[in-house]
T-cell receptor
Framework: AQSVAQPEDQVNVAEGNPLTVKCTYSVSGNPYLFWYVQYPNRGLQFLLK??????LVKGSYGFEAEFNKSQTSFHLKKPSALVSDSALYFCAVRGRDSSASKIIFGSGTRLSIRP | DTGVSQNPRHKITKRGQNVTFRCDPISEHNRLYWYRQTLGQGPEFLTYFQNEAQLEKSRLLSDRFSAERPKGSFSTLEIQRTEQGDSAMYLC??????????????FGPGTRLTVL
């Protein structure tokens, strides 16, 4: 069975500092991995995805994520946080041998950037 | 590209009533998904269409729930005899068919259902 864990409910970072939002996954075979962001009362916005190739994936708004197969992780990172990055972040996984339909989401991590 | 739209944005209903939500996907997208999100949780998959065919349903989708996509464009999600436990945000997403599993799902703003 596929699963995603986001071990931190909340991450607090000062503006200008680097940020990391952690994600680990469990799936049979190689995964497809995604990060989404959700602002209050809005749907999810796609940030980036890992399909294959380079383990470092660059996405929207200066975010990037590193796929680590040995640690089954896909942590989201940004070199310098902005107050506007404050939102709810979801990691998600889809197995390659699945029906290629549903994505399994983590429970989310609330990122708070203080000025 | 106007994005995925959902209507209504909010729905308040009394227990036992039927409700219907509509999702309009991005125009060229042939895949459409429904998810449910409760407070403090990530979205949970409900069902998925490829064109007009409903290809997968979660066991979360009880017999009170039904979804349609009659012409392969917009979709409706109906909940019959609503219960308080149905209160949640219902999210729709669409994508363009690519190599299996690689398509990116784009989400609408959601319909927030409150069952009194």
């Amino acid at each position: 069975a596929q699963s995603v864990a986001q071990p931190e409910d909340q991450v607090n970072v000062a503006e200008g500092n680097p940020l990391t939002v952690k994600c680990t996954y469990s799936v049979s075979g190689n995964p497809y991995l995604f990060w989404y962001v959700q602002y209050p009362n809005r749907g999810l916005q796609f940030l980036l995805k890992y399909i294959t190739g380079d383990n470092l994936v660059k996405g929207s708004y200066g975010f990037e994520a590193e796929f680590n197969k040995s640690q089954t992780s896909f942590h989201l990172k940004k070199p310098s946080a902005l107050v506007s990055d404050s939102a709810l972040y979801f990691c998600a996984v889809r197995g390659r041998d699945s029906s290629a339909s549903k994505i399994i989401f983590g429970s989310g991590t609330r990122l708070s950037i203080r000025p | 590209d106007t994005g995925v739209s959902q209507n209504p944005r909010h729905k308040i209903t009394k227990r036992g009533q039927n409700v219907t939500f509509r999702c309009d996907p991005i125009s060229e997208h042939n895949r459409l998904y429904w998810y449910r999100q409760t407070l403090g949780q990530g979205p949970e998959f409900l069902t998925y269409f490829q064109n007009e065919a409903q290809l997968e349903k979660s066991r979360l989708l009880s017999d009170r729930f039904s979804a349609e996509r009659p012409k392969g464009s917009f979709s409706t999600l109906e909940i019959q005899r609503t219960e308080q436990g149905d209160s949640a945000m219902y999210l729709c997403a669409s994508s363009l068919d690519q190599l299996a599993g690689t398509d990116t799902q784009y989400f609408g703003p959601g319909t927030r259902l409150t069952v009194l």
